[in-house]
């Protein structure tokens, strides 16, 4: 009943600026959280930064500075603002987001499929 859809990752260059971008659709009632993880190859996934409903935000701090999490609500949307690119931020970055449902008294938590980001020259 309820998917995200993923877009924005690709080959970029050190240094640059992509946007990454999440969709929720599907029998929502409400989202208390979205948010961003990444996992390089042999690694385990991390944190990279959380939105909560109403504005607090959390960052990694290797990212901290350079990317910024932001929501439309009306369209369900997390984005991640990707500045100074260095190729260790080279990954799968999944989206993450904490869902009500409509056939759910609670909220629980919601993947993506992962958008794979390459920093390389």
């Known amino acids: 009943q309820v998917h995200l859809v993923e877009s924005g990752g690709g080959l970029v260059q050190p240094g640059g600026s992509p946007r990454l971008s999440c969709a929720a659709s599907g029998s929502i009632l409400s989202i208390n959280a979205m948010g961003w993880y990444r996992q390089a190859p042999g690694k385990q996934r991390e944190l990279v930064a959380f939105?909560?409903?109403?504005?607090?935000?959390n960052y990694e701090d290797s990212v901290k500075g350079r990317f910024t999490i932001s929501r439309d609500n009306a369209k369900n949307t997390v984005f991640l603002q990707m500045n100074s690119l260095k190729p260790e931020d080279t990954a799968v970055y999944y989206c993450i987001a904490h869902i009500r449902s409509i056939s759910s008294t609670s909220a629980s938590p919601y993947w993506g499929q992962g958008t794979q980001v390459t920093v390389s020259s």
């Open positions: 939105i909560i409903s109403g504005g607090p935000t």
